[in-house]
């Protein structure tokens, strides 16, 4: 491997460090070897302190540790400058969890915010930026630019998703979530008042506490009845006659013909010629 020589000097400047003074010095006591250091000042704080050349010429020590985004605009532990570094990693980072959903799709964010945080900080302020906001782009297959982001409550963004079930009643186009504000109903329960059959229109006007839900039936043997029902035909309770009936593969005549599952005691009842032993252990 070929080793370049750097040739440095007193007053030469590597990114934030200018170089004041050079060291040779002896590292190590089993194997020593020489290391060389450069003393450099911070163009930031001012502080002083010995580096290894080696770091210093190719870029691994930039500064003092006091951080360039810390002196620029102070305000890299912000809750608005991480809303803005969270939006460069889902749009350029591929390691990073949601990145699919964003920088997979082509979603990106203009040059002019990704290559200064200041210019998006002045944008977020000059529209009603504050600390119970969300930034959320009103086009959600958009990308992160002043013309398609506001800031919004997290309930408004959560009805600005791609995967929202959007209903269409009277004219008016809604999320499930809105009609179910609309109407004061509890969370979920339009969803799952469609799953059981019920129109639109009966699942937001059936009170709280009416379901008014179609019963499901469950054919066999040439009719169709209840899971509850036929559950009380044979005598037994109705979860395990599910229990039966998934167990058979959803095969309901072979979860009403499988025999109960029964214990030991009640298998040596039958048996007479079986009895029970009980063994007491002495301790």
Request: glycine share 8%; with cysteine.
């Amino acid at each position: 491997m070929k080793h370049i020589f750097y040739e440095v000097k007193p007053g030469d400047v590597y990114n934030y460090l200018t170089v004041l003074d050079i060291r040779s010095v002896v590292r190590g006591v089993k194997s020593p070897r020489y290391e060389v250091q450069l003393l450099c000042r911070c163009s930031y704080c001012g502080s002083e302190k010995w580096y290894p050349k080696y770091s210093v010429v190719h870029g691994k020590t930039k500064s003092c540790g006091c951080g360039l985004s810390k002196t620029r605009h102070g305000e890299w532990h912000t809750r608005l400058y991480g809303i803005w570094s969270g939006i460069k990693r889902r749009c350029y980072v591929k390691t990073f969890k949601g990145y699919k959903h964003y920088g997979g799709r082509g979603i990106t964010m203009c040059e002019e915010w990704r290559k200064d945080y200041l210019n998006f900080r002045k944008w977020a302020l000059e529209n009603g930026y504050n600390e119970k906001l969300t930034i959320d782009r009103i086009d959600v297959n958009g990308n992160y630019c002043p013309e398609n982001c506001r800031w919004a409550t997290y309930l408004t963004q959560q009805n600005n998703r791609r995967n929202n079930h959007t209903v269409t009643y009277k004219g008016q186009t809604k999320t499930l979530s809105e009609w179910e504000r609309i109407f004061n109903l509890h969370h979920g329960s339009i969803a799952a008042r469609l799953r059981t059959g019920m129109t639109f229109e009966e699942a937001i006007m059936t009170p709280i506490g009416k379901r008014g839900a179609k019963p499901q039936l469950y054919e066999a043997f040439g009719k169709k009845q209840t899971m509850q029902e036929w559950a009380d035909e044979i005598g037994i309770s109705k979860q395990v006659l599910f229990r039966k009936y998934h167990w058979s593969g959803d095969d309901l005549e072979k979860a009403l013909t499988k025999p109960k599952h029964m214990c030991y005691a009640d298998w040596c009842s039958q048996k007479p010629s079986m009895k029970v032993i009980h063994v007491e252990r002495s301790l």
